[in-house]
């Protein structure tokens, strides 16, 4: 039986069996159990920051593992202390930390901050995004404004409003007084690695000012240097009032975090949230050898230079199936003429590169913040041979 049915028998049907089994890596390349060598230009979904088996982060969390691997909260440790503090430093001093395991958890652990303060103060509903994703848990999911994941699990505890993404006018009508917070991705992920036009942000903070309401910025994809920045509001010289982090903050270990800033770094009380694998020592080990890598090696300028590599490549091919290029960095969405993504994503594979089919005419490139000049001209080469076989698939 080979490891795909292995699998299939094995596991609950919600993945489907995924085309690849994959057995080892190093730097920004995979193996898969046949010992086909794949260039990773998914990342593990924007997670892996440094690649695969880079020597900072096994280093970091053999270590750790090898000390202390796990205290609860019940016990406090230096590595998630030592986090928090430059998670803060790196937002400019100011707020509080909340460390998860996820970036389902992260936000829910904002959905609470936002439910409690809504309650205090009187504010009855919460705005999101149409197209949005916050996570698949039933907070989370109430603010995921993707009508084929969510409705199926409704009703929902809280009323949300949701508002085409990118319309500021939109946003401001369903901002009012009884409004508790506004949920929004600084550039929508799961929707397609869709920008949202300049300036939205900037107005988001102000209409969110105006009534009172809490802004909330869904990080979870978007931070970590992944648009060649720390985090991707800082793009437009705002701050939330509450942030959510996830995915490559960790560089392949599970962990996730919510800042409150100002008043909404209080909130909660002496028991009102927890978690019993949040602040892991050894992910906390993990998280503090990816920032001190990411500043360590320059890869915020990196990303900012081989993310213009790569848009620009990709952007200067002439095929009918192409469309144009989105996104920020080394987040990118290659945009098609026609829904052909999937047979992109195959053709793909067979040349020897991994890219995530994320809408049926978006692919998504998340590739290790490592990734080289020379490695993004290898996929921009075989770029033009994998839409003509997907165009005939």
């Not at 309401?213 to 705002?238: C, K, M, N, P, Y």
Request: one cysteine or more.
């Amino acid at each position: 039986m080979s490891l795909y049915d292995r699998f299939e028998a094995a596991f609950m049907p919600n993945y489907g069996v995924p085309p690849v089994a994959l057995a080892r890596g190093e730097g920004c390349e995979v193996w898969d159990v046949d010992g086909n060598r794949y260039l990773d230009m998914i990342g593990g979904i924007a997670v892996s920051s440094l690649g695969h088996a880079h020597p900072a982060l096994g280093e970091a969390v053999s270590r750790q593992v090898a000390t202390i691997a796990h205290t609860s909260n019940l016990f406090l440790h230096e590595p998630e202390v030592l986090l928090a503090e430059r998670l803060l430093g790196l937002l400019g001093g100011q707020g509080r930390v909340f460390l998860a395991n996820s970036g389902t958890e992260a936000n829910e652990c904002a959905f609470k901050l936002a439910l409690k303060y809504g309650k205090t103060t009187g504010r009855t509903y919460f705005v999101a995004a149409e197209n949005a994703f916050h996570g698949r848990t039933m907070g989370a999911l109430s603010l995921t404004g993707k009508p084929s994941i969510r409705d199926q699990f409704g009703p929902f505890p809280v009323d949300v409003r949701f508002v085409p993404y990118g319309d500021a006018d939109a946003l401001k009508n369903a901002v009012t007084d009884e409004c508790a917070a506004v949920f929004l991705e600084p550039t929508q992920g799961e929707a397609g690695v869709v920008p949202p036009p300049d300036g939205y942000f900037r107005a988001a903070r102000e209409i969110c000012t105006a009534a009172g309401a809490l802004l909330v910025a869904d990080e979870i994809q978007s931070a970590i240097g992944r648009t060649g920045h720390w985090f991707a509001h800082q793009h437009e010289g705002v701050l939330p009032d509450i942030l959510t982090l996830a995915k490559g903050l960790g560089g392949g270990m599970p962990i996730g975090a919510c800042v409150g800033f100002g008043a909404a770094g209080t909130i909660f009380a002496k028991g009102d949230h927890g978690s019993t694998f949040g602040g892991n020592p050894v992910s906390a080990a993990a998280a503090l050898a990816v920032l001190d890598t990411i500043d360590g090696e320059g890869l915020l300028e990196h990303v900012r230079a081989v993310g213009s590599e790569l848009a620009d490549g990709i952007a200067a091919v002439d095929h009918p199936l192409l469309k144009g290029v989105r996104g920020r960095g080394l987040w990118r969405a290659i945009v098609l003429t026609s829904p052909r993504s999937a047979q992109v994503q195959a053709a793909a594979q067979r040349a020897g590169f991994l890219v995530n089919a994320l809408q049926p005419d978006a692919v998504r490139l998340a590739p290790p913040l490592v990734i080289t000049s020379a490695q993004v001209a290898t996929f921009v080469t075989a770029l033009p041979a994998i839409l003509d076989e997907a165009s005939h698939d």
